[in-house]
């Protein structure tokens, strides 16, 4: 009996050490969409994975920010608050020590464009507060640049952020939560459509 508490014991304190284990994230965003690595313990995972094996004798590329072509801010902005709608407060839990932004500004019209530059960049001056009112923003670098030759802004983001494990998983239950709560709603609409129609023909 005593074995079986021993052992209790230390399944407990083993599952209590790894829900506050911090896990390491490095994201970039581009426009090939987001890339990086995920780091727990002595475990890493990079995202997605290579398609090819790397050569022998050839060390992997690390992601570099400045070779990424950039990738459609609105597009970012979408999915940053997407995120904020599916997990809410737990977002606040995130520390980025390290943000890295490189935006290109773009517009067909080049005075506009111009506008833009000076004004460090409509859509970076949105996508910046966002970030720094649901994250733990610890230090960033913002730099911008005006492409005339382009009719559409571009960005690359570089971040390097850690969140304990149990935030991450109250994270995730709260957008499966979000979901299906969604889709529950949906169903109830729909199901209320269709017997709003059939009243119509009886």
Known sequence: MNVLLWILFAVFLLVLLLIFTPVHAE??????????????LFLRFR???????AEKGS?????SPKEKQ?????????????GIKAA????SKVRIRNLRIDATVAS?????????????????GVLLPLIEHHFRLE???????????????????????????????AA????AYNLWKEQKMKILVKRKDELHGRAKFE
């Open 88 to 91: 809410g407060k737990l977002l």
């Open 70 to 82: 950039g990738g459609d801010l609105k597009r970012l902005i979408s999915l940053i608050r997407l």
């Open 172 to 175: 995730a239950l709260c957008f």
């Open 59 to 63: 060390k992997p590329k690390e992601d």
């Open 27 to 40: 994201i970039t965003y581009h426009a090939e969409g987001f890339s990086g690595a995920v780091r727990i």
């Open 139 to 169: 230090k960033r670098t913002v730099n911008v640049n005006a492409d005339f030759e382009s009719d559409e802004t571009k960005i690359v983001l570089f971040a390097d952020c850690s969140v304990l494990v149990w935030h991450l998983l």
């Open 108 to 124: 067909k019209d080049p005075f506009k464009t111009a506008m833009m530059f000076g004004g460090s960049g409509a859509g970076v």
């Open 47 to 53: 995202f997605p994975r290579e398609k090819r094996k």
